[in-house]
């Protein structure tokens, strides 16, 4: 499957207990096609005490979710769309949602 989905992505999940919600992606997995959508498909994991949790027990962590299941959202209907690939004239390429607005957002650069 094609990583349509990038790091830092707004998703739209479409299948599963969390069908309809909106998160930010914190991780891509693309050797198992899954991403980590912040907030969503919670699970509980039990902890050893540590010096960062000195307590022990139990926290919550994100689970990944099949990238299948999510879309990104456009900025002009704000819901998930398909992503189709435009060449520009310099030969870059840039991600098109289905209703033909930009996807990637121009980045500043690191200085």
């Given at each position: 499957?094609?990583?349509?989905?990038?790091?830092?992505?707004?998703?739209?999940?479409?299948?599963?207990?969390?069908?309809?919600?909106?998160?930010?992606?914190?991780?891509?997995?693309p050797e198992k096609n899954k991403v980590v959508v912040q907030g969503h498909n919670m699970a509980k994991k039990h902890v050893r005490p540590s010096r960062r949790n000195p307590q022990g027990g139990r926290i919550n962590v994100e689970?990944?979710?099949?990238?299948?299941?999510?879309?990104?959202?456009?900025?002009?209907?704000?819901?998930?769309?398909?992503?189709?690939?435009?060449?520009?004239?310099?030969?870059?390429?840039?991600?098109?949602?289905?209703?033909?607005?930009?996807?990637?957002?121009?980045?500043?650069?690191?200085?």
């Amino acid at each position: 499957m094609s990583p349509h989905i990038k790091k830092g992505d707004m998703v739209e999940i479409i299948a599963g207990d969390n069908k309809g919600a909106t998160g930010r992606v914190l991780r891509v997995v693309p050797e198992k096609n899954k991403v980590v959508v912040q907030g969503h498909n919670m699970a509980k994991k039990h902890v050893r005490p540590s010096r960062r949790n000195p307590q022990g027990g139990r926290i919550n962590v994100e689970q990944p979710i099949h990238i299948s299941n999510v879309l990104p959202i456009t900025s002009k209907s704000s819901r998930g769309s398909r992503v189709h690939y435009r060449i520009n004239e310099d030969g870059s390429k840039s991600r098109v949602g289905a209703d033909g607005t930009e996807i990637d957002k121009p980045r500043k650069a690191k200085r």
